[in-house]
């Protein structure tokens, strides 16, 4: 018997996550299920019915997104101009919810009854406060829980690279919290490598 050369053994495949499990899923039952509705309201009402509301929610959806565009453009050059002439901003200015109003507009643009419904949902303001405070936790919670080696790792630790190629891992240290409490200099933590 001859030996030849050993069996080459691959690493098992890493579980593809639920989301991507069903979010194709989802998506095709979405899309059959606007249709669907489509077709019961073209039943019940008419085709030209249908087409006006599908107009009507396309220039709907494109006012919206048009108007959270200004305000959040005007917010911008605001918070800029108070930068540059050196005033601090005294207090929040009421343009939060932009990104959802442009979500909202973006859903009533598309064709269809529910996304039609999912984006005015998203046009009412307590709607808008809840859904950014909830997305802000969990972003702030996800941030908490990185390990390293993850994106959000990313923000605490970094890698410089020296001219001979070698790698020596760092930890980004920001001024105030290398000071104690009376502003002077604090222990650094020991380089490891």
């Given at each position: 018997?001859t030996t ?17 499990t ?64 050196g ?15 442009m979500l ?12 039609d ?15 950014s ?9 996800k ?7 993850t ?43």
């Amino acid at each position: 018997m001859t030996t030849g050369a050993p069996t080459p053994t691959f690493p098992a495949r890493p579980r593809r996550s639920r989301l991507r499990t069903y979010l194709p899923l989802g998506i095709a039952a979405w899309l059959v299920l606007e249709i669907w509705l489509l077709t019961v309201v073209a039943g019940a009402a008419g085709g030209w019915a249908v087409f006006l509301l599908l107009v009507v929610g396309f220039v709907l959806g494109s006012v919206v997104i048009k108007r959270a565009g200004r305000r959040a453009f005007r917010a911008l050059s605001e918070a800029l101009q108070q930068q540059q002439s050196g005033v601090l901003p005294q207090g929040e200015r009421v343009s939060e919810g932009n990104g959802l109003m442009m979500l909202g507009g973006l859903l009533l643009m598309l064709p269809g009854l529910i996304s039609d419904a999912f984006g005015l949902v998203l046009l009412i303001p307590p709607v808008q406060k809840s859904l950014s405070r909830y997305a802000e936790r969990t972003f702030e919670r996800k941030m908490r829980e990185a390990t390293p080696g993850t994106l959000g790792d990313a923000f605490q630790q970094t890698r410089m690279h020296r001219p001979d190629g070698k790698v020596v891992p760092g930890e980004v240290i920001h001024d105030d919290q290398a000071r104690g409490s009376e502003g002077e200099p604090g222990p650094r933590p020991p380089l490891t490598g």
